[in-house]
Protein backbone atom coordinates (compact mmCIF):
# COMPACT_ATOMS: atom_id res chain seq x y z
CA UNK A 1 0.00 0.00 0.00
CA UNK A 2 2.88 2.46 1.21
CA UNK A 3 4.79 1.48 -1.94
CA UNK A 4 1.75 2.20 -4.50
CA UNK A 5 1.11 5.64 -3.22
CA UNK A 6 4.69 6.56 -3.35
CA UNK A 7 4.86 4.72 -6.74
CA UNK A 8 1.59 7.51 -7.61
CA UNK A 9 3.51 10.47 -5.43
CA UNK A 10 6.88 9.85 -7.81
CA UNK A 11 4.75 9.84 -11.36
CA UNK A 12 2.92 13.09 -10.41
CA UNK A 13 6.25 14.43 -8.79
CA UNK A 14 7.68 14.19 -12.23
CA UNK A 15 4.85 15.70 -14.31
CA UNK A 16 4.79 18.79 -12.08
CA UNK A 17 8.57 19.86 -12.24
CA UNK A 18 8.54 18.84 -15.80
CA UNK A 19 12.35 19.16 -17.30
CA UNK A 20 13.96 18.25 -13.73
CA UNK A 21 12.74 14.74 -13.75
CA UNK A 22 14.93 11.14 -13.76
CA UNK A 23 13.16 9.18 -16.12
CA UNK A 24 9.96 7.07 -15.25
CA UNK A 25 11.45 4.33 -12.70
CA UNK A 26 14.13 7.69 -11.40
CA UNK A 27 10.76 9.20 -10.73
CA UNK A 28 9.14 6.41 -8.82
CA UNK A 29 12.09 4.96 -6.66
CA UNK A 30 12.41 9.40 -5.46
CA UNK A 31 8.41 9.00 -5.43
CA UNK A 32 9.15 6.32 -2.58
CA UNK A 33 11.61 8.25 -0.96
CA UNK A 34 9.69 11.34 -1.03
CA UNK A 35 6.81 9.77 0.73
CA UNK A 36 8.91 9.16 3.41
CA UNK A 37 9.99 12.58 3.59
CA UNK A 38 6.87 13.84 2.82
CA UNK A 39 4.99 11.87 6.11
CA UNK A 40 8.10 13.11 8.14
CA UNK A 41 8.04 16.53 7.12
CA UNK A 42 4.24 16.22 8.02
CA UNK A 43 4.97 15.31 11.03
CA UNK A 44 7.40 17.54 11.93
CA UNK A 45 5.30 21.24 11.82
CA UNK A 46 2.05 18.72 13.53
CA UNK A 47 -0.05 17.52 10.11
CA UNK A 48 -0.72 14.06 10.11
CA UNK A 49 -2.65 12.10 7.06
CA UNK A 50 -5.55 9.86 8.13
CA UNK A 51 -7.08 9.06 4.60
CA UNK A 52 -5.55 7.99 0.67
CA UNK A 53 -5.92 11.91 -0.06
CA UNK A 54 -3.60 13.44 2.64
CA UNK A 55 -0.93 10.56 2.59
CA UNK A 56 -1.01 10.83 -1.24
CA UNK A 57 -0.80 14.61 -0.88
CA UNK A 58 2.02 14.54 1.66
CA UNK A 59 3.58 11.56 -0.32
CA UNK A 60 3.58 14.56 -3.32
CA UNK A 61 5.13 16.85 -1.56
CA UNK A 62 8.01 14.89 0.09
CA UNK A 63 8.36 13.52 -3.64
CA UNK A 64 8.90 16.82 -5.03
CA UNK A 65 11.25 18.66 -2.47
CA UNK A 66 13.66 15.52 -2.97
CA UNK A 67 13.64 16.05 -6.79
CA UNK A 68 14.35 19.26 -6.69
CA UNK A 69 17.22 18.71 -3.57
CA UNK A 70 18.65 15.27 -6.21
CA UNK A 71 18.05 18.05 -8.95
CA UNK A 72 20.67 20.77 -6.74
CA UNK A 73 22.78 18.16 -5.93
CA UNK A 74 23.71 17.12 -9.82
CA UNK A 75 23.54 20.41 -10.48
CA UNK A 76 26.64 21.30 -8.27
CA UNK A 77 28.26 17.79 -9.04
CA UNK A 78 28.72 19.01 -12.59
Do not use: E, M, P, T
Request: aromatic share 6%; net charge positive; no cysteine.
Amino acid sequence: YFLLIGLAAGFIAGRLLKGRGFGVVGNLIIGVLGAIAGGLVFQLIGLRSVNLLGQLVSAVVGAVLVLVAVGLINRHAK
